[in-house]
């Protein structure tokens, strides 16, 4: 079965870093889009980045445009949000699914089947 595994979270000060790994399984990588996708207390679910099925396109919502990164290896089914320069309002649980995208609406949440089971990313002194 397809499955998708994050790791990276945890605490960082504001204007840190942290590299977010989505770790995928049971399917070809360079089948599926992969996002990048958070929750907050509070707040509606929000696309952060994606990326197409070979990486020739990516989408970034606009509070993290210059900050974040998506990447992919295809050859070790893994996907990369690297986020600099982070904030408080960064916080929330991160989840990366896979599914199947067009460029058009490649960071629309209903459009993704698989999910993983998230990694908290807190941003605090």
């Known amino acids: 079965q397809l499955q998708l595994v994050e790791s990276g979270g945890g605490l960082v000060e504001p204007g840190g870093s942290l590299r977010l790994s989505c770790a995928a399984s049971g399917f070809a990588a360079d089948d599926y889009a992969i996002g990048w996708f958070r929750q907050a207390p509070g707040r509606e679910r929000e696309g952060v980045s994606c990326i197409s099925s070979r990486g020739f396109n990516t989408h970034y919502a606009d509070s993290v445009k210059g900050r974040f990164t998506i990447s992919r290896d295809n050859a070790k089914n893994t996907v990369y949000l690297q986020m600099n320069s982070l904030k408080p309002e960064d916080t929330a649980l991160y989840y990366c699914?896979?599914?199947?995208?067009?460029?058009?609406?490649?960071?629309?949440?209903?459009?993704?089947?698989?999910w993983g089971q998230g990694t908290q990313v807190t941003v605090s002194s």
């Open positions: 699914a896979a599914g199947r995208t067009t460029v058009m609406a490649l960071c629309v949440s209903r459009t993704y089947d698989y």
